[in-house]
T-cell receptor, first 114, second 113 residues
Framework: GAGVSQSPSNKVTEKGKDVELRCDPI?????LYWYRQSLGQGLEFLIY????????KSGLPSDRFSAERTGGSVSTLTIQRTQQEDSAVYLC????????????FGPGTRLLVL | AQSVTQLGSHVSVSEGALVLLRCNYS??????LFWYVQYPNQGLQLLLK??????LVKGINGFEAEFKKSETSFHLTKPSAHMSDAAEYFC???????????FGTGTRLTIIP
């Protein structure tokens, strides 16, 4: 079956612009996660959804970052007023939702802020 | 808070030799432990996971890992390296009841022909 998909695969933007990153989880997966992978910080957790609610937003680095999930499916991560330090690969994962069930990762969106 | 330490950011082994990638964890409760592999320009793929059943866990592509509570370790091994094993490997931990994964800094494995 189809895996987790993310779009766009690459995004180049100018400092100060807003960007939206999209994640389509595996069908039937109720849990969805966003992570960021950067050279300086490694792989870090950003936010987690169970259904449409986000029980854990503890990893969002600033109030410029927000995420939403609608219909228990697609999620959008929005970064407002992008900064150069936001340049990273943003990874999305989904799982069935059972505690500590396996997370399946998408290919990521590579964001470059000029 | 849990944390993961991966010793060796780069490991090189000869084709056919033993692969050993080290992972030590710190967790206040019995953890769940994972090894993921990342090939260039791809997402993360699960190799294996420990969830408090058998301490020796077998995964895909001939990899296995042993959970040692006394050493707080979860090292990844493969008896005989193959060229296709060249990738970056991440150890991760989560606490039961805490959905997020905490990752180590990764180990890049190079296979020497």
């Amino acid at each position: 079956g189809a895996g987790v998909s993310q779009s766009p695969s690459n995004k180049v933007t100018e400092k100060g612009k807003d960007v939206e990153l999209r994640c389509d989880p595996i069908s039937g997966h109720t849990a969805l996660y966003w992570y960021r992978q950067s050279l300086g910080q490694g792989l870090e957790f950003l936010i987690y959804f169970q259904g449409n609610s986000a029980p854990d937003k503890s990893g969002l680095p600033s109030d410029r970052f927000s995420a939403e999930r609608t219909g228990g499916s697609v999620s959008t991560l929005t970064i407002q007023r992008t900064q150069q330090e936001d340049s990273a690969v943003y990874l999305c994962a989904s799982s069935l939702g059972v505690l500590s069930e396996t997370q399946y990762f998408g290919p990521g969106t590579r964001l470059l802020v000029l | 808070a849990q944390s993961v330490t991966q010793l060796g950011s780069h490991v090189s082994v000869s084709e056919g030799a033993l692969v050993l990638l080290r992972c030590n964890y710190s967790s206040s409760v019995p953890p769940y432990l994972f090894w993921y592999v990342q090939y260039p320009n791809q997402g993360l793929q699960l190799l294996l996971k420990y969830t408090s059943a058998a301490t020796l866990v077998k995964g895909i592509n001939g990899f296995e890992a042993e959970f040692k509570k006394s050493e707080t370790s979860f090292h990844l091994t493969k008896p005989s390296a193959h060229m296709s094993d060249a990738a970056e490997y991440f150890c991760a931990v989560s606490d039961f009841g805490n959905e997020k994964l905490t990752f180590g800094t990764g180990t890049r494995l190079t296979i020497i022909p």
